[in-house]
């Protein structure tokens, strides 16, 4: 696997070389086929029709809240010591999905934080991490993830393919993520079914909050489009509905909050208000 360069960005360079030092550690603690036997042993799982449904809907705009104590953006934002109860407060809020961050070094998240989650809330749960390897997948879906992240610039579009064969095959959907026009062009070409529009640049870490509707018109009308990063309070889900979002994931600024149920409530109130194009 060749490592990203130049226009996929330092930082996203820095991070995978990271992952990918760290998986031969991991898979000699637990071998793939330990976690295969985890995943067949799950007792609930959603469909991925279940997870599309969750996040498209007549009801407006979903809101997908995110567990994440660090960002490369913003540094430390939020110790949680108790990721489940903040889960449990977002679900509380009505939010359609949790998505738990478990890369250690630059976002301070764990597995455990995601098999907490897990326990705690019924919604569909995101693996939001760095996936490079098919291990990872396997990972995912043990730990208790109905959907894993993909992230387009960090793959080849052979590996993506495999990937997502991967992750269908330990019953999970993928969320798919693109940053430019080509991306989302080999995010279709191979199959992904849920695209997620980051307006995050891994380059420079700016937000361009009209990504999304630079990008809208290439986005296959049966595939779910979920707005990532830039998302302030309501009035930026307002937008994204505008520009043609079926959900929004929003972490930052969720886990500052004092209240993040209440949070999260008014961008869920704001979404149901907002009719997507």
Not at 90 to 112: C, H, K, N, Q, W
Not at 138 to 163: F, K, N
Not at 173 to 186: F, G, K
Not at 187 to 194: E, K, L, N, S, Y
Request: hydrophobic share 50%.
């Amino acid at each position: 696997m060749t490592t990203p360069v130049g226009s996929r960005g330092r930082l996203l360079a820095e991070i995978l070389a990271s992952q990918r030092a760290e998986l031969p550690r991991r898979m000699a603690q637990v071998g793939i086929a330990s976690l295969r036997r985890r995943v067949e042993d799950r007792a609930m799982r959603l469909s991925g029709a279940q997870i599309i449904t969750s996040l498209r809907g007549p009801e407006g705009v979903r809101v997908i809240a995110e567990v994440k104590r660090n960002s490369p953006a913003r540094g430390a934002l939020a110790p949680i010591a108790d990721p489940a109860a903040l889960a449990a407060a977002y679900a509380a809020g009505g939010a359609a999905a949790i998505s738990v961050l478990t890369e250690p070094r630059f976002f301070g998240g764990t597995l455990d934080d995601l098999a907490a989650v897990r326990e705690r809330v019924g919604v569909p749960v995101l693996r939001k991490d760095f996936v490079v390897h098919p291990y990872q997948v396997v990972e995912a879906a043990a730990y208790g993830a109905d959907l894993v992240l993909l992230i387009v610039a960090a793959l080849e579009p052979r590996e993506l393919a495999g990937l997502l064969d991967e992750a269908a095959g330990c019953g999970l959907a993928a969320l798919v993520e693109v940053h430019s026009e080509a991306e989302l062009a080999v995010a279709v070409d191979a199959g992904a079914q849920i695209v997620g529009v980051n307006a995050r640049d891994l380059t420079t870490l700016a937000v361009d909050r009209d990504i999304l509707s630079r990008l809208a018109h290439a986005i296959p009308g049966d595939v779910v489009c979920v707005a990532e990063s830039g998302v302030r309070g309501p009035d930026d889900v307002r937008a994204y509905a505008a520009a043609g979002a079926d959900a929004v994931l929003v972490g930052s600024s969720l886990v500052v909050h004092e209240q993040p149920a209440d949070a999260v409530a008014a961008l869920v109130e704001a979404g149901r208000r907002a009719v997507p194009c």
